[in-house]
């Protein structure tokens, strides 16, 4: 589809958020590729161009990356997420969200491909929330929970340390790797469980292997979301 710049007024604009706001709706999402991507969505599902080497991300909702893709009298209007979400921030967000983060979208949902992929995930470590908000001057810690749809043979999911890893070694091994390319020996540091088709939430440290997953992250504060940890499977 290619795009055609037009000026619509901002009344227009603001009924259209209105409308939008008053039903539910789905954004427009975004297929990215990636060192690790696999081939599930590329190859089965949602009919992706052939010339998309895999499909890494599936970005359904991640705020600041999708739009709203609207029909208006025959014409497509696409609509930046967060543009929708300034003019309509207090019956999407809710008072208590406003008080406490502003116009700041809590939610991200996506999907993580690495089915038959030539590698695995990057191992994340989401801080804890003082240390988020000190350093990097986010509003919250980053909570996780995911259901994996689909495994392939000798699927793993790490989760945390093994008991015998010494942090400062392994902190220290990741450093020595970003300077000089070399390899780090993570089944021998990082705990792997083999995998099926199971919920798994909220780990500080994970990584994922030849597998599709649905992933919701939530930076909220404990108390707005009550429990920091999420134990629901999504579907």
Not at 21 to 34: D, L, S
Not at 100 to 123: A, K, V
Not at 141 to 161: F, H, M
Request: glycine share 6%; charged share 20%.
């Amino acid at each position: 589809m290619e795009d055609h710049l037009q000026i619509i007024s901002r009344s227009l604009l603001e009924k259209i958020c209105y409308n939008i706001v008053q039903r539910p709706f789905r954004c427009k999402p975004v297929y990215n590729e990636g060192v690790w991507g696999g081939g599930y969505y590329t190859k089965k599902y949602r009919s992706l161009p052939d010339k998309m080497r895999n499909c890494a991300w599936v970005f359904d909702l991640i705020p600041a990356e999708v739009s709203l893709l609207c029909s208006v009298d025959e014409t497509l209007i696409d609509i930046p997420f967060y543009t929708f979400l300034r003019m309509q921030s207090l019956p999407l967000l809710g008072k208590q969200s406003i008080s406490q983060f502003g116009e700041y979208f809590p939610i991200r949902f996506n999907y993580d491909d690495t089915m038959h992929s030539s590698g695995n995930m990057s191992i994340q470590v989401h801080p804890d929330e003082s240390f988020v908000k000190s350093h990097f001057n986010e509003l919250g810690r980053q909570d996780e929970s995911y259901y994996i749809v689909d495994t392939g043979l000798g699927a793993k999911t790490y989760c945390g340390l093994n008991d015998d890893t010494d942090a400062n070694e392994f902190f220290s091994l990741i450093k020595e790797s970003e300077k000089k390319g070399t390899p780090i020996d993570y089944e021998q540091l990082v705990n792997g469980i083999p995998q099926n088709r199971v919920c798994n939430s909220c780990y500080p440290l994970e990584l994922y292997t030849h597998q599709v997953k649905i992933s919701l992250s939530l930076k909220l504060e404990a108390s707005l979301l009550g429990p920091t940890h999420l134990n629901s499977t999504i579907m």
